[in-house]
Each structure stands twice: as C-alpha cells, then as structure tokens.
C-alpha cells in the first residue's frame, strides 16, 4: 500500500483521482495525515511494554487491570488498540492452534526436533516496539540461532514490510544466506513479496504457530537483553540517538558479551570460528 501510494504525484497531469483509481488505493489513504498519539497514550504504551517483557501472557483485560494498579483508567478498546499499534499480542493456547490458519502465505514451523549446528543454518527474524520520549520506533533484527550473532538490524516508523525486507537483503548481503529463516505470522512475513523474495533466493520458510512462546525464543531473549540493557535504562531522544546506541549496543551483544545459552561464548567467536 505505502509503496502504491508513492506513485501518485501531485506534479503529474492526470488527476489524483485517475491516479488513485490506476494504482488500486484508495483517494482518502492519499491526503489523509496521521495524528500523533498523546502523550497520556505514549506513557501508556511504554508501561505497557514493560510489563509485556515480564509477563508476555497477558491480554487486553490484565493490562487493563494493571494500568488500573497504577491509576491510570484505559478501557479495553483503547487498551487493544495500543497493543495492536505497538505489535504485541498476548501469548497463550488459542483455538484450533495445529491449524494454519486461511492465509495462503503461512508456512508451517520447520524447527522442532531440528539439530542446528552451524552458523547460516537457522536465522529468527522480529520486530519489536521501542518507545520514545516523543513518539515510537520498531526495531527489526536477525539473530544466527546457532551463534546468537545478529546479523542484521534496522529501525523504522512503521510496521511496513519493506523494514523486514531491506534488514534481511542487507544481512544476506553481508553475511551470505541461511538455510532457514524462521518468523511470526505477521503481515510483515505473510505476504507476497516476502514470500516470493525468499523463495526466489532458496531460503526455506519457517514460521512460529500462532499463539507459541517458544518457537521464535531465541530473538525473544534478545529483545529482553537490549530493552533492559539499553532502552529503557538510556532512554534515547530522538531516532538518531537511538541508532548510535543501538549500534554500540549490537557492537558490545556480537563482540563482548558472553552468552548463557552457548556456553558463555562470545556470538562472534562462536558464528567466525565455526563459518
């Protein structure tokens, strides 16, 4: 839609409307302006994340609960709404959860029981919310399952698909490609250019079941590691800001940081020696 939108031009001769109608959007989407949140829901949304990071199961009625705690009053729509806004979606067993779902492009998860024994072997893809004093940024990023190394990151405005893709294009670049790389069901992964990017490269598709806490765990790990020990201890003020120290902080992840999971190596030592 973003990039349908880009095509219409103001300096063109045909009219918005011809323009509009030519690449399918809709003329309203063109000239409409998107409101800032108030800073009440800015500061909502931060003490939401938060408590997402310790409590990852809870749903629009705890946090509602939770903000109640604090005496702060949110109903449950606009509660639902900042959730949806911010990407987080509580987890727990849903309906039907061994069916996939309708959506053409989902694919079924590719890790259990699977040995992944080398770098490039399995890549884990994500986005998560980083508040900002005046606002909010996403943060996309790929972590090398076998090594815990990041391997791509970038940061955004919007949960657009284009972040996604330009993060891993850049990692493959650098990098070379995985053999797997495993996602959500967001709309970012179910659709067609990621899908057809992916294929295209020979990448195989792996994506957690909906509702799961555990399959996509290693990049959830990560997003606790650089929120507790960055974001919501520096607090960054602007985009700019952030992008130094987040690229500091993946620096000091990569190349410092010993890691619990593989027997306290370093990422680096451990995605190098082993490549």
Not at 84 to 102: D, F, T
Not at 128 to 141: K, S, V
Not at 231 to 237: E, G, T
């Given at each position: 839609m973003t990039d349908r939108l880009q095509m219409v031009d103001r300096q063109e001769g045909l009219s918005i409307r011809c323009q509009c109608n030519l690449v399918s959007v809709n003329r309203g989407s063109f000239y409409y302006q998107p409101v800032a949140e108030t800073e009440e829901n800015l500061r909502i949304m931060r003490l939401m994340d938060e408590y997402y990071m310790k409590h990852p199961t809870a749903g629009v009625i705890r946090m509602r609960d939770f903000l109640m705690t604090l005496g702060t009053i949110a109903n449950h729509k606009r509660v639902r709404r900042l959730l949806?806004?911010?990407?987080?979606?509580?987890?727990?067993?849903?309906?039907?959860?061994?069916?996939?779902?309708?959506a053409k492009y989902i694919k079924p998860y590719l890790l259990k029981?699977?040995?992944?024994?080398?770098?490039?072997?399995?890549?884990?893809?994500?986005?998560?919310?980083?508040?900002?004093?005046?606002?909010?940024?996403?943060?996309?990023?790929?972590?090398?399952?076998?090594?815990?190394?990041v391997v791509g990151w970038g940061i955004s405005n919007s949960l657009d698909a284009s972040c996604s893709m330009n993060v891993t294009k850049d990692a493959i670049l650098r990098h070379g490609k995985p053999e797997i790389i495993n996602s959500d069901q967001g709309s970012q992964f179910t659709c067609h250019d990621w899908i057809e990017y992916l294929e295209k490269e020979d990448i195989k598709i792996s994506m957690d079941g909906k509702g799961r806490c555990i399959d996509n765990i290693f990049i959830e790990r990560f997003w606790r590691s650089v929120k507790y020990d960055y974001?919501?201890?520096?607090?960054?003020?602007d985009g700019l800001e952030l992008y130094q120290g987040l690229k500091e902080y993946m620096d000091y992840y990569n190349n410092e940081l010993c890691h619990q999971g593989i027997n306290h190596q370093i990422p680096a030592n451990r995605y190098y020696q082993a490549a």
């Open positions: 949806r806004l911010m990407g987080l979606m509580a987890i727990y067993p849903k309906k039907n959860l061994s069916r996939l779902g309708q029981g699977l040995t992944i024994d080398h770098p490039n072997h399995v890549w884990a893809i994500d986005i998560t919310y980083i508040p900002m004093p005046r606002g909010f940024l996403y943060l996309t990023a790929i972590i090398d399952v076998y090594s815990r190394y974001v919501y201890i520096k607090v960054p003020s």
